[in-house]
């Protein structure tokens, strides 16, 4: 058992306990999805890619990461091609609600006052909301009021400076980066093996209308699944990005959970 | 992206979809916990131990490996050591049997007629039953009923020759089984740097009353958390007990899953 | 009205208040099912068996029975025969937990500390541990920490003297009991002018896999439904178990409940 | 085992097969409560009467009555005196409306066609409309549209000369009928031993304003927990509801349920 | 803005927290429905009656109105005409139950502890009952216990004396007044330009057996959609409905919520 | 009755039915809220605006608007200065997505094939979603797959032209809009009584960290409640919104749902 992992179920229960029972240590959870990722990328990304920015940070910030959230949110179809392709594995809302209400109250019941959700995939943001509300109001009914939690997606870290840097060419929202020079720029960092630059798809960024139709509208999506265009990614921009969206992540936790 | 992976998100959705839309590969989808497993035992066994035989089943049957529930229903003190124990990380019946009963449907909408839930934790049993009901059931309000689940948990496919080869001083049974010589063995086997024998805890099987009390009774449990002793547990047996169970489990699904 | 009946609900109010306020007199509740139980038997043995011996044990420890639960979860095919047959019909899981979540909560607002859920229908066990779980969870909510539940299958009690002695040619697990020996000898004891044993249907004890299939595979189960030939049952057997089990149940009631 | 039970449930599976398969037989299901009544009587009347209604019913119309519900929804103050007082048990609404969904859909699941819900428990009336809705809505998707269920409350059958016949003083409403009256009178005809009336309290009906105050004021509420007096039931009066109530329920089900 | 309204959402927050913060002022929120009322009234008649009573009732003892319930439960055959009919627009009982239940706690946690419920749609009644029960748990979870709500539906406040005057022939029964004199002549006094009392159709009381059938039998509910004749309704009669039923729930508010 | 009213619950039942049966007319559903708008608006600016331009384009295409949801999901720090705020009166997620479900499927059995929700609060976005999921699935489980569903907020409407112009100081995005210059001029064109603009506060636009915290920090909401000053908003502005806007939705919905 290695007893500096920072992988809160690599730990035996003693010594997690040593750690949460004082509530001081903050706990990361990255909450992923398996959605397809275009052809270029596996469908783990948005699970690969939080867990491995917590891990970062839980190193920087004395914190411990929580198992991932492995299934998410569906798919929007104007952020990650839509609910309706191959491969996307996806949860109703009420369930990711329900899980994150679990577990965020048996981390409150080991102790825990301080958790961080690390996002991963878009769609998961206002579940996360929901779910984080009802477990701070079952918590208060059990008499705990004073647990904190701090909500973030990576990519909100990325600032204008790195955006103009990484899209010289222009950027087109957070929304359309997925599969896109972000995400595989990051996996091409992290996890070049899973990354199959040769198979992306180059395409201009997809171009919704100012509303969305349901049932989806297949053609409104890129076949390729990607929002745009991949090519331009590479390691170096990952690099770029994890140490922007590290630092970043970073410097909000010791402000939020001062040691 | 290893094109040989049998981890369904490890694969691109186009090459995910060659393998699923007709319906003959099965997903063997692992169901997991975050439960304490004694001071010699990191806290993702029941994620670790059905993940590998899914693995090794997958490779022999021509199957892929969905991502797993890394969380799953609360510890009974009778099987787990109970729900009051630190670290132990446990989702609402409900949540559990909606997690399941989504993907599942997910997986039909793929295309997916097999599906097998590998099962590493004792009391997710009859929520797993729930889910694939109510799954099942949207899936024929949806005009899809020729799906077919099989559920196991791997330690019932140790046969009787085995337990007495491993258990030569007498079988407690599955449920005292929790953190001792089964899952220890099996973690040495494959996981060795994650288990710190020399920390276990040697002591009587636990004994139990033919009923049980709520709230629990903490004295009931071992205080190492552990329901039995894995002071006889070996890299040895493990490699025994995986030998049988996954030879089972392969003979088990070629016969429900023909090709 | 009886006075001295012990069935809650032939109290007026006013006697049961009197009874329950002060929280010291146990509330036992028989958990039953409507379930096939062969050709020999009727379809409510699972719960004239609980109300009986829920009834033997409030005499002998000072407690009240409760109205018992007529419908039970779904039956389950290695232990029931399968919720697919004529006649069996159950609640889904999230009923059956509900159910008990209120039944235990108004309980609590009568003032009984001590409830004994009384379960006659193996397949009820883990939804009555959820029920008990969320109804312990809002009591606390609401201020109350001192109630104490005891759960039990009458069949634990049966200890392997007894087994011995009532299968002379070997046991095959509680399981397998469905329909026969056991329930059949319980009911010629108890309930006699409801068994017709000229019309049981002798079979080999059903042999199942190690592993469920869903939907549950027709041939597996016996064609009478029930999974062990009750052919060996008789009333002398039913008294044997009437008296081991009640024992049993009035000595675990007395430690738990010390009066 | 009876052959001329019309309990369903005190029937073997075969023989309660081959009663419902063809789907013309009707299911009486008696849906009931645990509540107060009073000091005279006990507190499962909301059972024991829709049960002996269904039962004669059923005799008269070749029907089978299925176990009753024997926890019903919660007693309002203007209809019951409120489900503040001791003894009384309810569920909360959404626990009665899965309940009936459920069991209806597996009655026809066994090919029930024709069901009669007899309630005994005015505050179960809109919840069995709800349960109603959901299972003929989840039936439909699952293929089912021939069902057809009738809903009635026993009283609601006597006719005005009755009530002028049994209320020579003036008859003050269904709702305050609680305790009163009319179920003492049946209580008296059927189960005279379960009913004490030296011990009922002589008061004038309760009196209330237009409207609903939440919490209960329990001053509203007459101590004795009846709405009106009991003190003219008798036997007599009973065997005339019965008689009366009996033959318009068989004539309503003969008309709704045609042979 | 109007410093003057009543209705709470045409406050600014300032405005409205200094009426609520002390929880003196008390809420009154119309629930209402959308619901065909025969071919000579609009489909919001539920709306707008309880909103225009609330309204007044408001302006004479210092209450605001909250933004009204636009949508209710099912329509009954007997009280509405049924379900099944066009232009009926129904939430199931359980939203209706979770929306009364989050919008009173929201209201708690202004500061408000006096709230009138006014209906408009007789369906409504029990899920309104359940919705503040559900409320009033919660919030006594959460630590507030002097919550104290009043419900009323404001037919209930026209006395018998008036019933004479309206009704000179004979009045049929509230449920009947779907559509019929009641509502007619209450929008005839309020909305004029709503009503085309000349496509009113004139037609005998609809006659109900003492049951109801599911699914409801389309040729019980007269083709007009309305239960009783409207012909005999007046602005007059309005009149003299809304003098009554101002007066008389201003007299029970007042004794309700004393200033 | 106002037969031209593009309100359909103004509509009698007949009149609706003419509309809607044969699925072409579409129905536009206004989604608001219950939320403070700071010191200078009202809390139902959100039902308000919504319903206008619902108003004006029905009578655009033909279309019927709906009553609108007076209700919606908890405003969020970030986008409505949180839901601790006074007078903001938010329902859960579940309420939402059910109310949503449950009317969608109402109107789909009129006949109604088209409906367009039009929102008017940020935050029910991702509950708009998810309540057309399930009712287009349970839908299709009715065996109803023509639906066709246009989901919009009329603010992702105004072109970038039209933001130059209006934002000449430059833009700080929707999100902090709440209470600001856009929602304050279109209150000014169309509701001017409603509106104090002298009660403004002047404040410069809020600024947030890249993440959220739970619970809110109330230091992080400008304490007026707006997130961006109002003080430059005029009817002109609002005039100009109306315009682009309806422009933008008529053509958006002529493309979706072409006559």
């Not at 058992?1 to 997690?16: C, G, N, Q, R, V």
């Not at 929580?66 to 299934?71: D, G, L, M, R």
């Not at 998410?72 to 104007?78: A, E, N, R, T």
């Not at 995939?121 to 909301?129: P, Q």
């Amino acid at each position: 058992m290695p007893k500096e992992t920072i992988f809160a179920a690599e730990l035996s229960w003693p010594d997690y306990d040593a750690y949460v029972r004082d509530g001081s240590v903050p706990i990361l959870l990255p909450v992923g999805s398996m959605e397809q990722h275009g052809h270029h990328m596996p469908m783990n990304v948005d699970v690969l890619l939080p867990v491995e920015f917590a891990r970062r940070v839980a190193g920087a910030i004395g914190a411990l990461v929580a198992p991932p959230f492995t299934y998410g949110y569906k798919s929007h179809q104007k952020s990650g091609g839509g609910n309706h392709l191959p491969g996307t594995t996806s949860l109703d809302g009420a369930t990711l609600v329900a899980a994150l209400r679990d577990v965020i109250k048996e981390f409150a019941r080991h102790g825990v006052r301080r958790i961080c959700l690390v996002n991963g995939h878009f769609e998961n943001s206002w579940f996360i909301v929901e779910g984080i509300d009802l477990a701070l109001r079952e918590l208060k009914w059990g008499g705990i009021s004073d647990m904190k939690i701090v909500v973030l997606s990576y990519w909100d870290f990325v600032d204008k400076p790195t955006i103009a840097r990484l899209y010289p060419n222009g950027f087109a929202g957070w929304d359309l980066e997925h599969g896109g020079v972000l995400e595989t720029s990051l996996m091409l960092a992290l996890y070049p093996h899973q990354v199959s630059l040769e198979r992306a798809v180059d395409h201009a960024p997809a171009s919704f209308p100012p509303y969305d139709v349901y049932p989806p509208k297949p053609e409104w999506t890129p076949v390729s699944g990607t929002l745009s265009s991949p090519k331009e990614a590479s390691a170096e921009k990952g690099e770029i990005l994890l140490q922007v969206c590290v630092e970043g992540i970073v410097g909000a936790l010791n402000a939020e959970f001062p040691r």
